[in-house]
């Protein structure tokens, strides 16, 4: 398990990494139902170090996928991971966030394998607001463009961008593993650190691999990492 000061790190550590398809692309002024082509690629979620087991208010598994080269995460998962009550407003179509809550959303070390496969799904785009404590976030992207949330079977999705700058968070993206990083505190790291750490963790968790760069870099000796391991 890793302590505070290593989930912070891995949290942030692909920030770095940011890649341009983050940024989402304005949605058109649009309502009701449209048929997407969603791209499912075993996107993994990661906040403060923790992989997210992503659900929606029911209980059942939901993944992000990316439209147009840009990832698209469920809101209320990510909002009860940061201790944010969500709610929904049928009447004015609002997701309505309230701070001061518990953690509804359970982290794992060893997250579930989610699917590779682009699908058409129904987006149900109907002029959703998000609220947190009674006040509008301005859903934006990293050009300050508004973007525009949509709902699949239920549950609202935005683009990282746009979560992460409502919610304040730090986000990272490692394309070649597919894993979005969030972080509640901002975090400075080299690339190639950034690098090894990554590639450390994968290898430790699902090989039982231990890089000495990685276990320097972490403060972790070979045993400690081979009980993170099994």
């Known amino acids: ?17 940011l890649a ?5 692309v304005p949605a058109a002024a649009i309502t009701g139902p449209q048929q ?3 791209v499912y690629s075993d996107i993994k979620v990661m906040l403060d170090g923790e992989f997210l087991v992503l659900t929606d208010a029911n209980g059942k598994t939901v993944e992000p996928f990316s439209l147009n080269g840009t990832t698209y995460l469920p809101v209320r998962a990510v909002a009860g991971a940061l201790g944010l009550k969500a709610d929904w407003n049928a009447e004015t179509h609002t997701v309505v966030l309230t701070s001061g809550g518990e953690q509804t959303t359970a982290t794992t070390e060893n997250p579930a394998k ?3 496969i682009t699908i058409g799904i129904t987006a149900d785009y109907a002029d959703i607001k998000v609220t947190l404590d009674g006040k509008p976030l301005a859903l934006t992207d990293a050009n300050g463009n508004n973007v525009e949330p949509f709902a699949v079977e239920g549950t609202t999705y935005l683009p990282i961008r746009a979560i992460s700058n409502a919610l304040g968070l730090e986000v990272g993206w490692d394309g070649e593993y597919h894993v979005v990083t969030l972080s509640t505190e901002p975090f400075v790291i080299t690339q190639d650190e950034a690098k090894i750490f990554v590639q450390g963790m994968l290898d430790k968790l699902y090989l039982g691999k231990h890089n000495p760069d990685f276990l320097e870099l972490v403060g972790k000796t070979a045993e400690e990492s081979e009980t993170d391991h099994l």
């Open 1 to 17: 398990m890793f302590n505070h000061s290593l989930r912070r790190m891995g949290a942030a550590i692909l920030s770095l990494a």
């Open 20 to 24: 341009l398809s983050l940024t989402a």
């Open 36 to 38: 997407i082509q969603a």
């Open 114 to 116: 989610g699917r590779n």
